[in-house]
């Protein structure tokens, strides 16, 4: 008898067996994309359709990443936003100011033996140097005074006075007093030895004069007056040697100071001393030669002694009885312009100062170096220099 076999239908695959038997049947990811009228087993939980979809995005291959991608992205987002807790949203203008670094202030006992000793040390310390400074008086100013005129080895005297007023502490103003004209060889001298210097000329004849430097000394004596300048004027020849210790002690003068100065006589054979014995800084007494000892009133060299300048300009601060200004004389004879002029400026010794106290040291030396013989250089520069060649040892 003949039989005919059916194949199963799609909803027989999906049917299970009872009593343990086993048979075919469709995975759930095909029954959920199958069309018609398939009804979902009894047995399925969200769970399950949770793995079905998980598992039907595995298959899918690329999008795999990125949909986990996403997926964590989303929880985040969503745990981000969730309030967990609360906010404090108030914000005040003093919780933006910056910390306040300043240490806490700290009273302390005033009867503290440590602090009170350093505040007192500290005090004391600054009252102290108050008084130094108050005490200390700017130095006076000295005005020297230095005739020259062409002669040999005259750059070299002026060079010579020039380097030795450069060391000597400021302020101090050098007055050069040239004939007739200012030279330029002079001018240069005085430029290079970075002394503040002032360039005087002497218009007077001094041909009938034995002693030149005289109108020059007035010339300077004259232009001290005329600007009032302030100071101790010492008349410095160029030819002298002076020291350093000599210009300090000259600021110490209050009026008038004189000291002894050794002289070398012009026969070069003997140095005598001309100048005051003093008693301390009282002159007493005179040191001078057999010759003069009676016919000057004072013995003094040139360059022995120094005065306050305010004597020439402001007659009424020192009592002077005559008004006439103060000159050295070139109508007395040589070697009587020292007393002469000495006179104008004080009545006696007890208007001098004795400088060094006690007068005992030799602060400088007038040498008497006659050179007329030679034969001065127009521009200080020998017109033939020697042309000598030395060979090589």
């Known amino acids: 008898m003949a039989s005919i076999r059916r194949t199963l239908s799609p909803a ?3 049917r299970s067996y009872q009593n343990g038997a086993g048979g075919f049947s469709s995975s759930p990811s095909n029954k959920l994309f199958h069309s018609g009228n398939t009804r979902h087993p009894p047995s399925s939980t969200p769970s399950t359709l949770l793995f079905s979809a998980v598992n039907l995005f595995h298959r899918r291959g690329w999008r795999r990443s990125f949909c986990r991608c996403l997926f964590f992205f989303l929880i985040g987002l969503l745990l981000g936003i969730a309030p967990f807790g609360q906010m404090d949203t108030d914000i005040r203008a003093e919780d933006l100011a910056p910390p306040d ?5 700290v009273d302390l006992p005033l009867e503290d033996p440590i602090i009170s000793y350093v505040a007192l040390a500290v005090n004391t310390r600054l009252e102290e140097r108050k008084d130094v400074a108050d005490s200390i008086e700017p130095l006076k100013q000295l005005i020297v005074v230095t005739p020259t005129y062409n002669r040999g ?15 000597v502490k400021p302020p101090l103003v050098w007055i050069v007093v040239e004939e007739k004209t200012v030279s330029l060889e002079t001018a240069e001298i005085l430029r290079k030895t970075g002394v503040m210097y002032r360039h005087v000329v002497s218009t007077r004849n001094s041909t009938n004069v034995k002693d030149r430097g005289v109108h020059q000394r007035n010339a300077a004596l004259e232009h001290i007056e005329r600007n009032k300048l302030d100071g101790i004027v010492f008349f410095a020849d160029d030819d002298n040697a002076y020291t350093l210790e000599l210009f300090e002690s000259l600021r110490t003068i209050s009026r008038f100071g004189t000291w002894p100065v050794a002289m ?3 026969s070069k054979n003997k140095a005598i001393l001309e100048g005051p014995v003093c008693n301390a800084s009282q002159v007493i007494g005179w040191h001078t030669n057999e010759k003069s000892k009676r016919l000057r009133r004072f013995h003094v060299d040139m360059s022995g002694f120094a005065f306050n300048s305010t004597i020439l300009w402001d007659p009424k601060r020192w009592g002077r009885r005559f008004i006439n200004p103060i000159r050295q004389l070139d109508t007395v004879k040589e070697g009587f312009q020292e007393t002469t002029f000495i006179e104008q400026i004080v009545e006696d010794e007890s208007q001098m100062e004795g400088i060094p106290p006690g007068c005992w040291r030799i602060l400088n030396w007038h040498l008497h170096l006659d050179i007329n013989n030679l034969v001065y250089p127009k521009g200080w520069l020998l017109e033939k220099n020697l042309e000598v060649s030395l060979p090589i040892k």
Do not use: D, I, K, M
Request: no cysteine; hydrophobic share 40%.
């Open 101 to 105: 670094l300043r240490p806490p202030h």
């Open 153 to 167: 080895f005259q750059a070299y005297f002026l060079n010579r006075l020039g380097q030795v007023l450069r060391l």
């Open 264 to 266: 070398l006589e012009r």
């Open 12 to 14: 027989f695959h999906s």
